[in-house]
């Protein structure tokens, strides 16, 4: 009886056919996975860098003596701001309405009021 040397015509028919299936199943998935993407390709990635040289963070700016998004520049006021505008308003608000003066000793009187015990009122008063 002869021995067949390798394998027979038939198993080689079979592995061919698994392999050409492999390869049309990966180039299937191939194309597959090209669909979902973008039709512009994206740029080279950016590294982050976040310190002393990079300009987009606020002490980066700081560095390069720049402004922008991250560090804007500061508006130049008009005229004189007036320092008594919040207690003015204030003022006018209440229902007799105050002057500043008004509202600065108001404000001054509840800073130094002092609470007093019913010993410490009845000890002040002089008997008649």
Request: aromatic residues 4%; positive net charge; hydrophobic residues 35%.
């Amino acid at each position: 009886p002869a021995t067949p040397r390798g394998p027979t015509r038939c198993a080689t028919a079979r592995m061919v056919a698994r392999v050409v299936l492999v390869v049309l199943a990966a180039a299937a998935a191939l194309v597959q996975g090209f669909t979902h993407l973008p039709a512009t390709p994206r740029g080279p990635t950016r590294t982050v860098a976040y310190g002393k040289n990079d300009k987009r963070t606020r002490i980066g700016k700081i560095i390069a003596g720049t402004s922008g998004k991250a560090r804007p520049k500061h508006k130049k006021r008009d005229g004189v701001v007036d320092p008594y505008y919040t207690l003015r308003e204030w003022g006018k608000r209440q229902d007799p309405p105050l002057s500043v003066e008004e509202v600065i000793d108001l404000k001054m009187a509840k800073l130094t009021k002092k609470e007093l015990t019913q010993e410490e009122l009845l000890a002040s008063v002089k008997p008649i």
